[in-house]
């Protein structure tokens, strides 16, 4: 049987909401790298709660929670880095960067 692994879940919808952020970021036209920013502590909720359901649907007495510590570092790798890259088009097509030339 194959155990659950607790950050795995997580992961997979913290990558499609940053991705979904940044498409209408793109689209809508506003900062979605802001807007990241600000909600980051929602990883920790969704986070939490994964835990908590593990907890409470596990069949097993004393249940022992194995974190996906993998999958919770390149979740956050990727928010951060697309956020940084998103941001710094952002800076590019703005023409601020001419300001420090």
Same mark, same amino acid.
């Given at each position: ?12 919808? +913290? +990558? ?27 990883? +920790? ?57």
């Amino acid at each position: 049987m194959r155990r659950w692994r607790v950050g795995t879940i997580s992961m997979g919808i +913290l +990558l499609i909401a940053t991705g979904i952020i940044l498409m209408l970021s793109e689209i809508q036209g506003f900062n979605g790298a802001r807007f990241i920013l600000r909600w980051w502590p929602a990883l +920790l909720i969704i986070l939490g709660i994964e835990i908590l359901t593990y907890v409470v649907f596990s069949k097993e007495e004393q249940p022992k929670i194995k974190y996906d510590g993998l999958s919770i570092f390149l979740a956050l790798f990727i928010i951060l880095i697309s956020t940084a890259v998103y941001g710094f088009n952002t800076f590019l097509e703005s023409g601020l960067w001419q300001n420090f030339m």
